[in-house]
């Protein structure tokens, strides 16, 4: 797992940090979190601390169900997700960009799916977590 810029266990993050680190990324953040708030049911939002040598993670769950985990880097973010063998499986017919495609391949398949990380800096980067994202939501 990546770590987190945000490490320190004793103070919880906000927007406002969380801004400041990603700068000029915060608004591909923000339109995630927006994104998946309108898309999904019951979106609940959690700030999870993974101890000192991973720091704070924010995780967006639906209906008990882990949806992204969004990991602040400097200038960037991370999105991790899960994607179960008939997800990969739809994916592999989306039409997703090949470098995607090759970090969904590399990943080891896992009893819960495969855990896949994307670092976002560019709005085409979102467009494909979004796809991906609805992928694992109706599979």
Same mark, same amino acid.
């Given at each position: 797992?990546?770590?987190? =810029?945000?490490? !320190?266990?004793?103070?919880? $993050?906000?927007?406002?940090?969380?801004?400041?680190v990603?700068?000029?990324?915060?608004?591909?953040?923000?339109?995630?979190?927006?994104?998946?708030?309108?898309?999904?049911?019951?979106?609940?939002?959690e700030?999870?601390?993974?101890?000192?040598? +991973?720091?704070?993670? +924010?995780?967006?769950?639906?209906?008990?169900?882990?949806?992204?985990?969004?990991?602040?880097?400097?200038?960037? +973010?991370?999105?991790? +997700?899960?994607?179960?063998e008939?997800?990969?499986?739809? *994916? &592999?017919?989306a039409?997703? $960009?090949? &470098?995607?495609?090759?970090?969904?391949? *590399?990943?080891? $398949?896992?009893?819960?799916?495969?855990?896949?990380?994307? !670092?976002?800096?560019?709005? &085409?980067?979102?467009?494909?977590?979004?796809?991906?994202?609805? =992928?694992?939501?109706?599979?």
């Amino acid at each position: 797992m990546a770590v987190s =810029i945000l490490v !320190d266990k004793s103070v919880v $993050p906000d927007s406002g940090m969380v801004a400041a680190v990603l700068a000029d990324s915060y608004p591909l953040w923000d339109e995630l979190v927006t994104h998946v708030n309108e898309t999904y049911p019951n979106v609940t939002e959690e700030w999870k601390h993974y101890g000192k040598a +991973f720091g704070w993670t +924010f995780k967006l769950i639906s209906k008990k169900r882990n949806l992204l985990f969004l990991v602040p880097l400097e200038s960037c +973010f991370r999105v991790r +997700f899960v994607l179960g063998e008939r997800a990969v499986a739809c *994916a &592999e017919t989306a039409n997703l $960009p090949k &470098e995607i495609m090759e970090v969904i391949r *590399a990943a080891t $398949p896992h009893v819960e799916g495969r855990s896949i990380d994307i !670092d976002i800096t560019l709005h &085409e980067q979102l467009e494909v977590i979004k796809s991906l994202l609805k =992928i694992k939501y109706e599979n």
